[in-house]
């Protein structure tokens, strides 16, 4: 997926072992997350498992000011969820720390459902 | 936000994930000094899985040229000398290539040889080499290539440097002046 989404306008992937590539979770600060068989793509033989609650992170320091970053990863829930349950249990979360202390939060919200919602 | 299903496998099982993408601009008046990426799950039944994560920066304020090429007088040279060549100023540049034009001609030798080399001096390995046995020779103001650079290693981050390295073999050989040419691009 990476390369499809690679597009001339932005960089390569900026994170380390972003598919669990060295099969542990070096590069990143995990809570309540392991290293399992399987993933999305031909040479993707491992991926990450979170458990019901839990985390993991990396953060990056940017010498030079981008307008903006492309953000995304591959999820799949261990079980599906209902139709009528409208609440976010998995999601993305991009930090931007900005000179001064000021900061911008993203929230990317995990949904299966959000295909039909999408119209996709 | 982007959303398509894909196919994949989990423990043999083919499965469909769901892929998740979105831009999340930058604000351009305040520096940006980090940016933290966190997947999460709360009270999510039975855990899930996460793959690929992405993390791509918008490079449009980067493009200025697209390719680079930097041209680089060196002066005539006999014995081993590391001189630097690069530096980068974009977070990361990756050299793709080089070549060298030589004021004399470079005339290969089995016995007494030299060898230049690129080297990332972050991680101290070689980008792209030449090495100037029989055969391989380098004509006067004619373009000679090193070999491919190692994609491995072509990677200069941002306040790094490359330097060029002439190592003699045997008796060596004089490396005449020339102009070191470098290709490089936005990694």
Redesign the interface.
Known sequence: ??DE??AE???????SN???ETGDTTGWAVS?VTV??????ED?TK?????????????????????????????????EQADNDTKV????????????G?T?T?V?P???D??LA?G? | MALTWISGELNALTIEWLHIEAICEVNKDIELLTVKLSGITENLTGGGYFDNYLLLKNLLNEKTTGANIIYLPVPETSGEIEIPVFGSIVEIAEIVAAHIVPKFDIIGSDSDYMTLKLINKESSEVICTKTFLAGADALAYEVTDFGPANENNNAVNYGKGVSLVKEDTGGGMTLPQSVLIVEWNLG
């Open positions: 997926m990476a989404t690679t306008l932005y960089s390569k992937n900026r994170l972003p598919g669990a309540g399992v068989n399987g993933g999305v793509g993707s991926c990450f498992k979170l458990e019901a609650t839990a985390s993991m992170y990396q953060q990056k320091s940017t010498p030079t000011q981008p307008p903006d970053f492309k953000v995304g990863v591959d999820f799949l829930p261990e079980t249990y998995a999601y993305l979360k991009v930090e931007y720390a900005y000179a001064g000021t911008d993203f990317v995990c949904r299966a959000g295909i999408a996709v």
